[in-house]
């Protein structure tokens, strides 16, 4: 839908040629989103833990997801054969398990993303500086 003062405009050029002029684009203003605010010497400890909450809340909608198919595939067994749902078994778990495991597929890169920090990093560098110094001095090769 094309607002009505945003019409393109029609301009002689005087030889009997009329040419339109390209409208002007419509800006809209957003807000920004707001930074988190931590104490000296907290922000790494609330940060990993919202990183570790994230990684968590996704295993268990997933394990919720892979229960919620297991139910629905042994309730459809159990409908279309006699003992169904002890029949097929193995299938419907294995289905449910396979949707659980589609979903916590992103868990992984939650974690990492949660310990790749730079305070971490950081720490991480010093600890392996610290072990070639200590394997410097007893000649470990």
Request: charged share 35%; hydrophobic share 30%.
């Amino acid at each position: 839908m094309v607002d009505s003062q945003n019409q393109p405009e029609r301009i002689d050029n005087g030889n009997g040629h009329e040419l339109l002029t390209v409208p002007r684009p419509i800006f809209i203003k957003t807000k920004k989103k707001k930074k988190r605010k931590y104490s000296r010497g907290l922000r790494d400890l609330q940060q990993g833990g919202r990183g570790l909450n994230k990684a968590s809340s996704r295993v268990l909608k997933a394990v919720a997801k892979g229960m919620n198919s297991y139910r629905k595939a042994s309730d459809k067994s159990a409908r279309k054969k006699r003992d169904g749902a002890i029949r097929d078994f193995d299938l419907n778990a294995a289905k449910g398990m396979s949707k659980m495991f589609r979903k916590m597929s992103g868990v992984p890169y939650d974690l990492a993303r949660a310990a790749n920090q730079p305070s971490r990093r950081r720490f991480v560098r010093f600890q392996i500086r610290a072990t070639s110094r200590l394997a410097r001095r007893m000649r470990f090769r």
